[in-house]
């Protein structure tokens, strides 16, 4: 069974730090890219990086460049997300995405609060 589960999430003053995980379970993690999104309040989900099976190549929304890194630990199965300087408008439900054979598998997420 493919599992995913996020934490590390948390209210966090503007401009602090915040470094979210996600491990994976029941199936070959170093063979698949994965995608990070968050959902913010009353809105839609929305992009925020992706990194490929490797980490050699990673992608970043325009809203979120230079302030967040994803990265990946393949021997731990574990995905990453490091928040810098954050921003009120990082507020969101975070989700580790990631579609085998087409079908999309997420977890429960996980919340960040940037506010003071």
């Known amino acids: 069974e493919v599992q995913l589960v996020e934490s590390g999430g948390g209210l966090v003053q503007p401009g602090g730090s915040l470094r979210l995980s996600c491990a994976a379970s029941g199936f070959s993690f170093k063979s698949y890219h994965m995608v990070w999104l968050r959902q913010s309040p009353g809105k839609g989900f929305e992009w925020v990086s992706t990194?490929?099976?490797?980490?050699?190549?990673?992608t970043y929304a325009d809203s979120v460049k230079g302030r967040i890194t994803v990265s990946r630990d393949n021997a731990k199965n574990t995905l990453y997300l490091q928040m810098n300087a954050l921003e009120p408008e990082d507020t969101a439900i975070y989700f580790c995405?990631?579609?085998?054979?087409?079908?999309?598998?997420w977890g429960q997420g996980t919340q960040v609060i940037a506010s003071s």
């Open positions: 990194i490929n099976y490797d980490g050699s190549t990673t």
């Open positions: 995405t990631t579609i085998i054979l087409a079908r999309p598998y």
